[in-house]
């Protein structure tokens, strides 16, 4: 993640869209490497966050209903581990989300979200990997 962070640290003087930043920043090796493994993580974060904000939970009530702690909670926020296969199951389960992951083969350049995907969802994509979430 340092990798991440230093770019974003070294850019935020200049005045660039997010898309035109991550498309400078996705040449570099290092970046694009550490972006594509962080892209479940990533979604999953941002789809938890926005659920509990949206429904007025705090990070303990949500935790309450995932039968997790806030801690554990607070981790999947941070998107800071790839969350397992049973969470993933415990999270859509639990919070009625959809999760629709497309795996295929390396592609330049990265893959675009398909729009029927994007329709109020969370998704992000990489060279392999589609991933969207979204109330089901």
Same mark, same amino acid.
């Given at each position: 993640?340092?990798?991440?962070?230093?770019?974003?640290?070294?850019?935020?003087?200049?005045?660039?869209?997010?898309?035109?930043?991550?498309?400078?920043?996705?040449?570099?090796?290092?970046?694009?490497?550490?972006?594509? /493994?962080?892209? *479940?993580?990533?979604?999953?974060?941002?789809?938890? &966050?926005?659920? #509990?904000? %949206?429904?007025? =939970?705090?990070?303990?009530?949500?935790?309450?209903?995932?039968?997790?702690?806030?801690?554990?909670?607070? /981790?999947?926020? *941070?998107?800071?581990?790839?969350?397992?296969?049973? &969470?993933?199951? #415990?999270? %859509?389960?639990? =919070?009625?989300?959809?999760?629709?992951?497309?795996?295929?083969?390396?592609?330049?350049?990265?893959?675009?979200?398909?729009?029927?995907?994007?329709?109020?969802?969370?998704?992000?994509?990489?060279?392999?990997?589609?991933?969207?979430?979204?109330?089901?």
């Amino acid at each position: 993640m340092n990798v991440m962070l230093r770019s974003m640290a070294a850019r935020t003087s200049s005045l660039q869209t997010f898309d035109e930043w991550l498309e400078q920043d996705l040449a570099d090796p290092a970046f694009r490497a550490e972006w594509q /493994r962080t892209v *479940l993580a990533r979604v999953i974060s941002h789809a938890i &966050t926005r659920h #509990r904000n %949206a429904h007025g =939970l705090s990070q303990t009530a949500l935790g309450e209903r995932l039968g997790m702690s806030q801690t554990q909670i607070s /981790r999947l926020e *941070l998107g800071e581990h790839t969350p397992s296969f049973e &969470t993933l199951l #415990r999270v %859509a389960d639990a =919070l009625g989300l959809e999760l629709s992951m497309t795996i295929g083969p390396k592609v330049e350049p990265r893959r675009e979200i398909p729009a029927k995907l994007q329709r109020n969802a969370v998704c992000d994509a990489t060279d392999q990997v589609v991933i969207s979430v979204r109330e089901a």
